[in-house]
């Protein structure tokens, strides 16, 4: 038998041989451990999942993401439907699971015009509040929700889509009576109730040049003030030919300029017509249903699955060359079935947005995806 010498001991090369076969099977095989190191991979839950009743996809959840957020149980609407009296049972679940799963988790959101409940801005007699009132309302609502989670909610999406798609500030209640100050006094008070915790701006369309001009306008006002902000979440409610990628990076690259994070929110890749581009993910929008704006009932074509693998990596691509700032990109829910875009803009299409289909089975994209992070 031919001998051969490694690092002075004496092996047979039949030992060699038998090894090869083992050589590379360490490889990565869910997106968490692929991408571990360069970001979180998340997803949206919701009401069913966070209960324990889909056991489907939450096994999904659990093979394939290390970060989680609330699709909508931990809003100001649902979590405090009348003055002073919280609804925590499903906040509570909600975090019970990412702390027994050591996931990172993300409170979502704390201040928002479109589901914040409407007493927040009348008294009694439906009068609009004075600002003082309006001030302590949000406050009490910040430090019951950071302090009763502190510690265990990692990251607060603090406040949410209060820029316009020009970079003004979004006329809302909230500015309507405090003017853009709701916006330091928001993260001020969830500063103050956790110290700890990471603290975000999140919102859509942060690709058009005039709401990216305007975050970055907003955000250095802040950092001036001494405000903490760690973070600036990019919705990416997108289709396959829109937004242009380019401009989506150079946005990017602006928000990580300034110093924080940059996360990737609230993902999904619609493949169907989009009415009206310029409504972004406004939810107060709502289309007429027509035929030709729901075309795949039936599964997509080979021409439009392609399409929608490429557009994944090109996206996951642009996450990639940015890691030094991108923290943690998040899937707006776990399966296609579940995703809010089969009801938006138009009620009742089949939309196939996300990374396993209804069947919860990985798209081949995933293993792609999985591939992909391996080359950086």
């Excluded at 150079?250 to 110093?259: D, Q």
């Excluded at 940015?322 to 990109?329: A, I, K, M, N």
């Excluded at 829910?333 to 990985?362: A, H």
Aim: charged content about 25%; overall charge negative; hydrophobic content about 40%.
């Amino acid at each position: 038998m031919k001998r051969v010498y490694i690092s002075g001991t004496l092996a047979p090369v039949f030992v060699l041989l038998a090894l090869l076969p083992f050589v590379g099977c360490n490889k990565p095989t869910t997106l968490k451990d692929a991408y571990k190191g360069k970001f979180y991979i998340g997803t949206a839950l919701n009401t069913p999942q966070i209960l324990g009743r889909d056991t489907a996809s939450l096994a999904v959840v659990n093979e394939h993401f290390n970060a989680i957020v609330a699709e909508n149980c931990m809003k100001s609407g649902p979590m405090q439907p009348n003055e002073g009296e919280f609804n925590f049972e499903l906040a509570d679940r909600f975090v019970e699971y990412g702390m027994q799963n050591q996931l990172f988790v993300t409170g979502h959101t704390l201040i928002w015009h479109s589901q914040a409940p409407r007493w927040f801005f009348r008294d009694s007699l439906g009068n609009e509040v004075l600002p003082e009132v309006l001030i302590e309302r949000m406050k009490n609502h910040i430090f019951t929700m950071v302090g009763r989670y502190k510690g265990k909610v990692k990251g607060w999406d603090v406040v949410n889509e209060a820029i316009n798609d020009d970079g003004s500030f979004r006329k809302s209640r909230f500015f309507q009576i405090l003017g853009a100050d709701f916006i330091r006094l928001a993260f001020q008070f969830a500063h103050e109730a956790d110290p700890d915790a990471e603290l975000y701006y999140n919102d859509y369309s942060m690709f058009l040049p005039g709401k990216r001009e305007g975050v970055v306008s907003m955000v250095k006002k802040l950092q001036e003030q001494g405000v903490k902000i760690d973070g600036i979440g990019m919705q990416c409610h997108v289709g396959l030919d829109y937004p242009d990628l380019e401009e989506f990076e150079k946005s990017v690259e602006a928000f990580g300029a300034l110093g924080v994070k940059v996360m990737i929110t609230e993902m999904d890749i619609s493949v169907l017509p989009m009415p009206d581009f310029r409504i972004g993910a406004d939810i107060s929008a709502n289309f007429e249903y027509k035929e030709k704006l729901n075309p795949y009932t039936n599964g997509l074509p080979d021409s439009v699955n392609t399409a929608f693998e490429q557009r994944y990596l090109d996206f996951f691509k642009i996450f990639l060359e940015h890691d030094d700032v991108v923290s943690r990109v998040t899937l707006w829910g776990v399966n296609d079935g579940l995703s809010w875009k089969n009801g938006f803009p138009v009620r009742g299409r089949t939309d196939y947005p996300l990374l396993f289909d209804r069947e919860n089975q990985p798209k081949p994209v995933v293993e792609k995806l999985i591939e992909l992070a391996r080359k950086y």
